[in-house]
């Protein structure tokens, strides 16, 4: 495990909604982090689907980290807005995002991510995310 | 309760993320309804506050119930999209959601959601969000 | 004129596509701003009707200036993003745009506008923004 | 010229802003449009720049045309919902929006655009920007 993947882990480890929703990091690259989660019985919509929520959260996640992954060693990361349109319903086996600084900045990292439903090996694009994270001073 | 609450909170029961979430329905009036969630220890970022997912997916289901109200009985009412800015902390005894439709339509309804933290009493705004609700024919 | 309103004027007197719209600054108070426009032969979309150009011209300049009468005098406010919902068809005699700070910020101000058309006195609400506005270093 | 571009520039050359802005067509296919305009004098913000009206204005227009691509032809397109955001100064010779679909359907069309600004010859992106398009019957 590579110093990059190892500090993303260690963030990502004591974001306890990950853990609740079985999220697990996937790949990290500079600029890009990768999320993947199952479709939860308690993670779901009145339909059965992937609750909206499900799927904003690991959106917001891969691309918060995939932020985090060109800020410096002692900042952390915060969103400060994200916009999600959902395209396709949260159906499948498991749903995976990929989150990728578009704008990496002192101040603002503009960021966007894609969220994909997998079905028997097969993807589908069911949402995309655009938005702004911040860096913060990490609080050790 | 009335007819309009009963089916709100009908839905709402079916929505397996609030339960996980402890996400609570609390007012159901024409074109608004409020959520409460606490801050459980499972639905946090990595500084221990709220995750941006908790407080989106309240302030997304308030805003969704928000356009069922205003939607046909026979319907269902899906997130098309859903854009949120966070203000401050998620930190606080309870975060509350409330939403509102800004414009009823017969296939878009136009929705915004204030997210509150409450500590000892107190609230502060700690995010708004802004978006789109689509009806969709309630399967069964 | 107060001095606020003064450094406002001075500056929206500086965007020039203000003046191509036709817009002119109406109130200024602290943490909101009015926009008017008509709506010109010039400024519409393929069916007559206000472009959505016009509208968003005019809610991210209200937004924008409701921000700058939070910021200090040595700053200029640009927009880091904004999104918006257009609710109604852009006709009527004119546009109203109103701009209003939700969070003031050093780094970060989080703006909302309205945008009202306007038809023989009477106002439709056509639009709903939201968006981050960031100070920066006024050029001399 | 083929039919599909035939038919986008008609509605193009019927959108008056686009000629206030000095904004041209550019190229079309199934699913992607360009448009490109020069930062008019009169185009600008306060600080001499392209107003993120200007940016805006070619950004909706290059997806929504890219959305109308993919629509029946009794259609007309308008825009439901657009966000933006600015990752860099409007400043150069030219900007180019370039829209595109990335998920079509029947009552709703997502889209996204880049807008770069173009400086001797070289491209830099200043802005991304996500949102809805919808259908609309074409009134003659």
Known sequence: MTDL???I????????LMA?????????????????A????????????AHAGLIFSIADSAAGYSALTQM???SEVVTAELKINLLAPGAGDALIARGRVVKPGRRLVI???EVHA????QETLIAIAQGTMVPVNASR
């Open 5 to 7: 993947t190892e500090r």
């Open 9 to 16: 882990q260690r963030s990502f480890d004591r974001q306890s």
């Open 72 to 74: 410096p060693e002692s």
């Open 111 to 113: 960021v966007t991510a």
């Open 118 to 121: 997998v079905s028997d090996g």
């Open 38 to 49: 199952p479709i939860l019985a308690g993670a779901r919509q009145q339909q059965g689907l």
């Open 20 to 36: 609740t929703l079985g999220a697990t990091l996937g790949s990290v690259a500079p600029g890009t982090v990768t999320i993947s």
